[in-house]
């Protein structure tokens, strides 16, 4: 008999299917491959579903059920497998947080150069399931640019790997690629490997506000293109506190930091900006995890990424900014601006209010070109957003023969 998790259950993962209102019958938290293995078998063979589950903080990203035999929680797989630093890259399990990955690598003075939100909670594994990225992605790409390979498991507990270290390791076709953004639908991702990154010798957070959206257009825009080489760009504003601010930061050699530094200060005054900018590695962490996580989790009830055109990223966000402000609904919005993907929190609880407002939304992401994805919810709005997966072809020509080869029973979620 199914039951609903209750939303004090410990971890952030299973807090999440909680709330999204999925009921549970077994919560399995495995911490070697064996277990794994023998948890998938088992399910297939007595027909029962599997929900995997990292920090679960884009868990909306899948077609959630209204129930799941096992809740398979990854957290408790979360060792590091190798580290080489000579040849920048690493293998890790698939549980291991964001923010673990980079305290070790911090340690011997190399980083993943990945920061989605919530990366203290973002499990590796949820990471890559579902193509989350945050701002250093305009430099140094997504999860797709930096995963090389891994192993997974398919419903049936069969182990396989894919992609590898070195080109010369790989044979026919590589996986690695298709399974970024899969969201457990397809097989158990167990274990990643990663290129990784000195960390720079300098660093700097450079901070502009704006009051008029049309100044920050031309100023982002004048940024985008001119010679300076930021690492992230980043534009956030609130319904409760309408100004627009700029975060960029900027990387490398001490000479050229300071440079572009500058001439940050003297455009940001050129379109009546007022600057503020913090030296060292810290504060570019900092800012930039501040910048784009809601700044309440507990209140934060809806959590959305939208995807733009780069040229449609801050007409779209002015126009969400807008419409929240006009719903009276307390949100916040961040914009990567090199790559147009907008993060909403919003923190209304009212049933009604959010879904006419997530409706203005996804009018706005898709008169934008783009198109939105809940990443958390309420049940309701979860369970009445409809396909996940839109692109038609790419489902008929890629994901539904590889459902059929790793999961032909229908263990994991459906394609949907």
């Given at each position: 008999?199914?039951?609903?998790?209750?939303?004090?259950?410990?971890g952030?993962?299973?807090?999440?299917?909680?709330?999204?209102?999925?009921?549970?019958?077994?919560?399995?938290?495995?911490?070697?491959?064996?277990?794994?293995?023998?948890?998938?078998?088992?399910?297939?063979?007595?027909?029962?579903?599997?929900?995997?589950?990292?920090?679960?903080?884009?868990?909306?990203?899948?077609?959630?059920?209204?129930?799941?035999?096992?809740?398979?929680?990854?957290?408790?797989?979360?060792?590091?497998?190798?580290?080489?630093?000579?040849n920048?890259?690493?293998?890790?399990?698939?549980?291991?947080?964001?923010?673990a990955?980079?305290?070790?690598?911090?340690?011997?003075?190399?980083?993943?150069p990945?920061?989605?939100?919530?990366?203290?909670?973002?499990?590796?594994?949820?990471?890559?399931a579902?193509?989350?990225?945050?701002?250093?992605r305009?430099?140094?790409?997504?999860?797709?640019?930096?995963?090389?390979?891994?192993?997974?498991?398919?419903?049936?507990?069969?182990?396989?790997?894919?992609?590898?270290?070195?080109?010369?390791?790989?044979?026919?076709?590589?996986?690695?690629?298709?399974?970024?953004?899969?969201?457990?639908?397809?097989?158990?991702?167990?274990?990643?490997?990663?290129?990784?990154?000195?960390?720079?010798?300098?660093?700097?957070?450079?901070?502009?506000?704006?009051?008029?959206?049309?100044?920050?257009?031309?100023?982002?825009?004048?940024?985008?293109?001119?010679?300076?080489?930021?690492?992230?760009?980043?534009?956030?504003?609130?319904?409760?506190?309408?100004?627009?601010?700029?975060?960029?930061?900027?990387?490398?050699?001490?000479?050229?930091?300071?440079?572009?530094?500058?001439?940050?200060?003297?455009?940001?005054?050129?379109?009546?900006?007022?600057?503020?900018?913090?030296?060292?590695?810290?504060?570019?962490?900092?800012?930039?995890?501040?910048?784009?996580?809601?700044?309440?989790?507990?209140?934060?009830v809806?959590?959305?990424?939208?995807?733009?055109?780069?040229?449609?990223?801050?007409?779209?966000?002015?126009?969400?900014?807008?419409?929240?402000?006009?719903?009276?609904?307390?949100?916040?919005?961040?914009?990567?601006?090199?790559?147009?993907?907008i993060?909403?929190?919003?923190?209304?609880?009212?049933?009604?209010?959010?879904?006419?407002?997530?409706?203005?939304?996804?009018?706005?992401?898709?008169?934008?070109?783009?198109?939105?994805?809940?990443?958390?919810?309420?049940?309701?709005?979860?369970?009445?957003?409809?396909?996940?997966?839109?692109?038609?072809?790419?489902?008929?020509?890629?994901?539904?023969?590889?459902?059929?080869?790793?999961?032909?029973?229908?263990?994991?979620?459906?394609?949907?």
């Open positions: 008999m199914s039951t609903t998790l209750n939303s004090n259950e410990t952030p993962g299973l807090q999440a299917v909680a709330k999204a209102g999925v009921a549970v019958q077994t919560v399995k938290r495995p911490t070697s491959l064996p277990e794994i293995c023998e948890l998938l078998q088992e399910a297939f063979q007595t027909k029962r579903t599997v929900l995997p589950v990292g920090g679960g903080t884009a868990l909306g990203v899948a077609l959630l059920p209204e129930k799941t035999d096992i809740l398979l929680d990854m957290t408790g797989f979360n060792d590091l497998l190798s580290f080489d630093g000579k920048l890259n690493m293998t890790v399990q698939t549980g291991m947080t964001v923010d990955i980079n305290t070790y690598l911090n340690k011997e003075g190399f980083r993943l990945l920061d989605p939100p919530l990366s203290q909670h973002a499990t590796i594994g949820g990471v890559y579902a193509n989350m990225a945050g701002p250093s305009l430099l140094y790409g997504s999860l797709r640019d930096q995963a090389m390979g891994g192993e997974a498991m398919d419903a049936q507990g069969n182990a396989f790997k894919f992609g590898g270290i070195t080109v010369k390791n790989v044979s026919g076709y590589d996986l690695t690629k298709f399974f970024i953004g899969s969201a457990g639908r397809l097989c158990v991702v167990t274990s990643l490997a990663l290129r990784i990154q000195p960390l720079p010798e300098a660093a700097c957070l450079c901070e502009a506000n704006f009051t008029d959206v049309t100044h920050v257009q031309n100023f982002v825009s004048e940024l985008l293109s001119s010679v300076l080489v930021p690492s992230g760009v980043v534009v956030t504003t609130e319904t409760q506190a309408p100004d627009f601010k700029v975060l960029t930061a900027f990387e490398g050699h001490p000479g050229a930091v300071e440079r572009q530094n500058r001439d940050f200060s003297q455009w940001a005054a050129k379109n009546e900006g007022r600057t503020l900018n913090q030296e060292g590695r810290e504060a570019v962490t900092r800012d930039f995890g501040t910048a784009i996580d809601p700044d309440d989790t507990d209140a934060n809806l959590s959305l990424k939208i995807t733009t055109p780069i040229v449609q990223g801050i007409p779209a966000l002015s126009a969400i900014h807008k419409l929240a402000i006009e719903n009276e609904v307390p949100a916040k919005l961040a914009l990567l601006s090199g790559n147009g993907i993060y909403v929190y919003l923190s209304e609880a009212d049933i009604e209010n959010l879904a006419a407002l997530v409706k203005g939304i996804r009018d706005i992401a898709k008169k934008s070109d783009g198109y939105a994805l809940p990443l958390k919810a309420p049940h309701e709005i979860l369970s009445a957003w409809g396909p996940r997966v839109t692109d038609t072809e790419l489902s008929r020509l890629v994901l539904q023969p590889l459902k059929q080869k790793l999961d032909p029973a229908g263990v994991f979620l459906p394609l949907g």
